[in-house]
């Protein structure tokens, strides 16, 4: 088995070299759309044998094994006048009536590009890009475990930062979810796929016949309106051993909200959906005068309620912003509490998505079809002797074993409360409700603070008059 691991840093080192890529997440978008080209050829070959007359919808020279396979193939300048002046434009100009597969490499290539210029470094890293057989069980696995750090590397490419959610919180949620073979699964602002992957992985275990996996195949899907994202996710579903990703390119929140109907309504949605972010003028338009804002993750809230099923569940990462917010924030907690049962907020502590975001997050779990009656709080802590996480130390799925073995008998203790409708209506459907075990800070009057500034006040000053004095003694 080839070194997986050796081989995507000689490839990140054989690009940074390349005078035409420019950052990380360049060199993640070029290193991407190359593995997805062999990684479809690889499947190609498992599809002639298990799909009934199969016809590839790339053209003959086009497919990578005619191009790129052999070693001593195209180099140099005419690799790059053949990437530039054929593969790209018949990738990008694809009909996507020959296939499912063929629409698949046209929403893959739509918005990719090529910005390697060396055809000699170009053909270096093909060459190491051969050495993986995506067709191997074992190295698929283990390039599974290298994918999830290329995605983890977004994180330190600027914004793309947003694409990418702790594993241990994305398994969390699936686990608690616990999604069944059949249920209709959506992420509605997927990113590189993490809810989908987690989910597709949680169900596997039911799949028995070769029925059971292609109701599986067609009750995930996701959206995503980024192309990098997208490229990266279908990849990632791809490698999870889907041959038709159901992965969008689209924006559901530029649909019209009366738009939607019973054909669209799920079983399961998962989600974090980026907060903080800022939708295009028009976009609230789409939606209800009561939940019009420019506010993505309280659009996508909305959506989502609207979505689910009746006894359809929601999992969904949400900034505290949204908990204690006021105004439209107001009318969607209202709007979420009368049709939905929130039965669960799990409040994270601070650094979970650390250093890329400080923004304090919650975890809110719903079913909706009936009013909430009580909402359970439980505070999630740091393992012990830690005070915060970072990128060398993150959040891990072994920390959640106490919510777990808390779920199902719930019962208030130090770190969980419950609360109730009557309650969060008197606080005008503020959810930010802390711990109420945790103790209170104890302040010392206002009187004493003051005195103790002005006794600290006055020390300050008699310091700087010694150090006064003692450099103008130095200067004389």
Same mark, same amino acid.
């Given at each position: 088995?080839?070194?997986?691991?050796?081989?995507?840093?000689?490839?990140?080192?054989?690009?940074?070299?390349?005078t035409?890529?420019?950052?990380?997440?360049?060199?993640?978008?070029?290193?991407?759309?190359?593995?997805?080209?062999?990684?479809?050829?690889?499947?190609?070959?498992?599809?002639?044998?298990?799909?009934?007359?199969?016809?590839?919808?790339?053209?003959?020279?086009?497919?990578?094994?005619?191009?790129?396979?052999?070693?001593?193939?195209?180099?140099?300048?005419?690799?790059?006048?053949?990437?530039?002046?054929?593969?790209?434009p018949?990738?990008?100009?694809?009909?996507?009536?020959?296939?499912?597969?063929? +629409?698949?490499?046209?929403?893959?290539?739509?918005? *990719?590009? %090529?910005? /390697?210029?060396? #055809?000699?470094?170009?053909?270096? &890293?093909?060459?190491?890009?051969?050495?993986?057989?995506?067709?191997?069980?074992?190295?698929?696995?283990?390039?599974?475990?290298?994918?999830?750090?290329?995605?983890?590397?977004?994180?330190?490419?600027?914004?793309?930062?947003?694409?990418?959610t702790?594993?241990?919180?994305?398994?969390?949620?699936?686990?608690?979810?616990?999604?069944?073979?059949?249920?209709?699964v959506?992420?509605?602002?997927?990113?590189?796929?993490?809810?989908l992957?987690?989910?597709?992985?949680?169900?596997?275990?039911?799949?028995?016949?070769?029925?059971?996996?292609?109701?599986?195949?067609?009750?995930?899907?996701?959206?995503? +309106?980024?192309?990098?994202?997208?490229?990266?996710? *279908?990849? %990632?579903? /791809?490698?999870? #051993?889907?041959?038709?990703?159901? &992965?969008?390119?689209?924006?559901?929140?530029?649909?019209?909200?009366?738009?939607?109907?019973?054909?669209?309504?799920?079983?399961?949605?998962?989600?974090?959906?980026?907060?903080?972010?800022?939708?295009?003028?028009?976009?609230?338009?789409?939606?209800?005068?009561?939940?019009?804002?420019?506010?993505?993750?309280?659009?996508?809230?909305?959506?989502?309620?609207?979505?689910?099923?009746?006894?359809?569940?929601?999992?969904?990462?949400?900034?505290?912003?949204?908990?204690?917010?006021?105004?439209m924030?107001?009318?969607?907690?209202?709007?979420?509490?009368?049709?939905?049962?929130?039965?669960?907020?799990?409040?994270?502590?601070?650094?979970?998505?650390?250093?890329?975001?400080?923004?304090?997050?919650?975890?809110?779990?719903?079913e909706?079809?009936?009013?909430?009656?009580?909402?359970?709080?439980?505070?999630?802590?740091?393992?012990?002797?830690?005070?915060?996480?970072?990128?060398?130390?993150?959040?891990?799925?072994k920390?959640?074993?106490?919510?777990?073995?808390?779920?199902?008998?719930?019962?208030?203790?130090?770190?969980?409360?419950?609360?109730?409708?009557?309650?969060?209506?008197?606080?005008?459907?503020?959810?930010?409700?802390?711990?109420?075990?945790?103790?209170?800070?104890?302040?010392?009057?206002?009187?004493?603070?003051l005195?103790?500034?002005?006794?600290?006040?006055?020390?300050?000053?008699?310091?700087?008059?010694?150090?006064?004095?003692?450099?103008?003694?130095?200067?004389?």
């Amino acid at each position: 088995m080839s070194n997986i691991t050796t081989n995507i840093k000689g490839i990140r080192d054989i690009m940074r070299k390349d005078t035409g890529v420019d950052g990380d997440a360049q060199r993640i978008s070029q290193m991407v759309w190359m593995l997805f080209m062999k990684i479809f050829a690889d499947k190609e070959e498992e599809w002639e044998i298990t799909i009934e007359n199969y016809v590839s919808p790339i053209p003959e020279h086009l497919k990578w094994q005619n191009w790129a396979a052999d070693d001593e193939g195209l180099t140099g300048d005419a690799l790059m006048e053949f990437i530039e002046t054929e593969l790209f434009p018949a990738l990008k100009d694809l009909d996507i009536t020959l296939s499912p597969q063929a +629409k698949i490499i046209r929403s893959v290539f739509d918005d *990719t590009y %090529n910005f /390697m210029k060396n #055809g000699t470094l170009f053909r270096q &890293v093909i060459n190491v890009i051969n050495e993986i057989d995506f067709n191997s069980t074992s190295e698929r696995h283990v390039f599974n475990d290298i994918y999830e750090t290329i995605l983890k590397d977004l994180q330190s490419a600027g914004s793309s930062g947003e694409y990418y959610t702790p594993r241990a919180v994305t398994q969390f949620m699936v686990d608690m979810i616990n999604p069944q073979l059949g249920e209709s699964v959506l992420d509605p602002a997927c990113g590189t796929g993490g809810f989908l992957t987690c989910t597709i992985d949680a169900v596997r275990n039911q799949v028995k016949t070769p029925k059971d996996r292609e109701v599986l195949q067609n009750s995930i899907r996701g959206v995503e +309106k980024k192309p990098l994202p997208h490229l990266l996710c *279908t990849t %990632n579903l /791809m490698l999870h #051993g889907f041959d038709l990703p159901a &992965v969008r390119r689209d924006n559901l929140l530029s649909k019209p909200y009366a738009d939607w109907g019973a054909k669209d309504k799920l079983d399961i949605i998962l989600s974090n959906p980026p907060f903080g972010g800022v939708e295009e003028d028009g976009t609230e338009t789409n939606f209800p005068k009561k939940f019009r804002t420019k506010e993505t993750a309280d659009l996508f809230l909305a959506l989502i309620i609207k979505l689910l099923k009746d006894k359809g569940r929601c999992a969904i990462v949400l900034p505290d912003g949204t908990l204690f917010g006021e105004g439209m924030k107001t009318r969607l907690k209202e709007e979420l509490l009368d049709k939905c049962n929130l039965h669960t907020i799990v409040r994270l502590p601070n650094g979970v998505f650390n250093p890329y975001t400080s923004i304090k997050t919650n975890l809110l779990f719903f079913e909706k079809g009936t009013p909430t009656k009580d909402v359970w709080y439980y505070e999630h802590q740091y393992p012990k002797g830690a005070k915060s996480y970072n990128k060398g130390t993150p959040i891990n799925i072994k920390e959640f074993d106490v919510e777990k073995a808390w779920w199902n008998k719930r019962e208030e203790n130090e770190y969980a409360w419950k609360v109730s409708i009557e309650d969060i209506k008197k606080r005008n459907y503020n959810l930010d409700i802390k711990n109420p075990h945790q103790e209170v800070d104890t302040l010392e009057s206002p009187e004493v603070i003051l005195e103790k500034f002005r006794t600290t006040e006055q020390k300050i000053s008699s310091i700087q008059d010694e150090i006064i004095n003692v450099l103008t003694e130095a200067l004389k």
